[in-house]
């Protein structure tokens, strides 16, 4: 599952998913919502070493970077142009409109196609690009019927201004109910080890070869704690539970593309390495069922 690596360059190992099919990232990429203050509202307490933070994730071979207008808000966009423009060519910038920010901590949906298509026209402005390479419905608002917020974000695309859509925080129903209006490139839920809500999600994405991006992809919650299936593992390889995690998703479906995000330069670097853990059969298996509460535990015997 892990591929050949350059090991200046760990991020790589994770492989290349082409992102509507003409669009390839390295598949382990880095989340810009820790670029800001607290509660996700404002200047981060460094903008120097938020900006350094994202050089050193292209250094390290990341080439997906996921954002939103709404982190700071704006803040993260305006961080990662100042940081990366002129941005190398394989790299790219995925972005999202569809929140409204009133506060620290707080997030409103609003997918009223004027005020969608004015964030699109402000991404673009804060990014430096011609083209939002991926844009993303932030939320689907359901006071707002669904044909008119994806009418708005195929009239951005018809206009070249939007390259490949996605959607965050969907069922499958909608997610099917999408795809009948809009060619869907990629879906954002909330997963990982400890919770696969989205697991059916996950799996329409897998047969129709839309990128599934985990966000909030190394939570761990109590399969961290010592003598756990998770810590066993991680031990065994000589990693933390958190690279363990990352490396689980990795493992599990190739249209996966976890967006790990720390402000943290360190934590970056452990987040990147994540990309090399290469995990057996008998322990994917074992992480799985652990994680469901219902392994044997056979590692934590032997």
Same mark, same amino acid.
């Given at each position: 599952?892990?591929?050949?690596?350059?090991?200046?360059?760990?991020?790589?190992?994770?492989?290349?998913?082409?992102?509507?099919?003409?669009?390839?990232?390295?598949?382990?990429?880095?989340?810009?919502?820790?670029?800001?203050?607290?509660?996700?509202?404002?200047?981060?307490?460094?903008?120097?070493?938020?900006?350094?933070?994202?050089?050193?994730?292209?250094?390290?071979?990341?080439?997906?970077?996921?954002?939103?207008?709404?982190?700071?808000?704006?803040?993260?966009?305006?961080?990662?142009?100042?940081?990366?423009?002129?941005?190398?060519?394989?790299?790219?910038?995925?972005?999202?409109? !569809?929140? @409204? /920010?009133?506060?620290?901590?707080?997030? &409103?949906?609003? %997918?009223?196609? #004027?005020?969608? $298509?004015?964030? =699109?026209?402000?991404?673009?402005?804060?990014?430096?690009?011609?083209?939002?390479?991926?844009?993303?419905?932030?939320?689907?608002?359901?006071?707002?019927?669904?044909?008119?917020?994806?009418?708005?974000?195929?009239?951005?695309?018809?206009? !070249?201004? @939007? /390259?490949?859509?996605?959607?965050?925080? &969907?069922?499958? %129903?909608?997610? #099917?109910?999408? $795809?009948?209006? =809009?060619?869907?490139?990629?879906?954002?839920?909330?997963?990982?080890?400890?919770?696969?809500?989205?697991?059916?999600?996950?799996?329409?994405?897998?047969?129709?070869?839309?990128?599934?991006?985990?966000?909030?992809?190394?939570?761990?919650?109590?399969?961290?704690?010592?003598?756990?299936?998770?810590? &066993?593992?991680?031990?065994?390889?000589?990693?933390?539970?958190?690279?363990?995690?990352?490396?689980?998703?990795?493992?599990?479906?190739?249209?996966?593309?976890?967006?790990?995000?720390?402000?943290?330069?360190?934590?970056?670097?452990?987040?990147?390495?994540?990309?090399?853990?290469?995990?057996?059969?008998?322990?994917?298996?074992?992480?799985?069922?652990?994680?469901?509460?219902?392994?044997?535990?056979?590692?934590?015997?032997?």
């Amino acid at each position: 599952m892990t591929h050949p690596a350059d090991a200046t360059a760990p991020a790589t190992a994770s492989g290349t998913f082409a992102i509507g099919g003409d669009l390839p990232v390295i598949r382990l990429g880095y989340g810009a919502m820790r670029l800001t203050g607290e509660g996700v509202w404002g200047d981060p307490p460094d903008r120097q070493a938020a900006k350094a933070v994202l050089r050193r994730a292209v250094e390290l071979g990341v080439t997906l970077i996921d954002t939103a207008d709404a982190y700071g808000p704006y803040v993260s966009e305006e961080l990662i142009a100042q940081a990366l423009h002129p941005y190398p060519d394989d790299v790219v910038v995925a972005t999202k409109a !569809g929140l @409204v /920010r009133t506060g620290p901590h707080q997030w &409103v949906p609003v %997918g009223r196609p #004027a005020y969608l $298509r004015q964030q =699109a026209e402000m991404s673009l402005r804060r990014l430096r690009v011609d083209v939002l390479d991926l844009w993303q419905l932030h939320r689907i608002d359901r006071d707002v019927p669904i044909e008119e917020q994806l009418g708005v974000a195929t009239e951005l695309q018809e206009e !070249g201004k @939007v /390259r490949h859509l996605g959607l965050s925080e &969907v069922t499958a %129903g909608q997610l #099917a109910r999408a $795809r009948e209006l =809009a060619t869907i490139a990629t879906v954002q839920n909330r997963y990982n080890l400890a919770d696969r809500a989205h697991e059916d999600v996950l799996e329409a994405c897998s047969a129709a070869g839309i990128g599934f991006i985990p966000w909030f992809p190394v939570g761990t919650g109590d399969l961290a704690q010592p003598g756990t299936v998770l810590d &066993v593992v991680a031990a065994a390889h000589g990693a933390t539970p958190a690279q363990v995690a990352l490396a689980w998703l990795l493992h599990r479906d190739p249209v996966v593309l976890p967006i790990p995000g720390t402000s943290q330069l360190a934590h970056l670097e452990e987040n990147c390495a994540a990309a090399g853990v290469s995990l057996s059969d008998a322990e994917l298996t074992q992480l799985s069922e652990g994680a469901d509460g219902t392994a044997l535990g056979y590692l934590q015997r032997r």
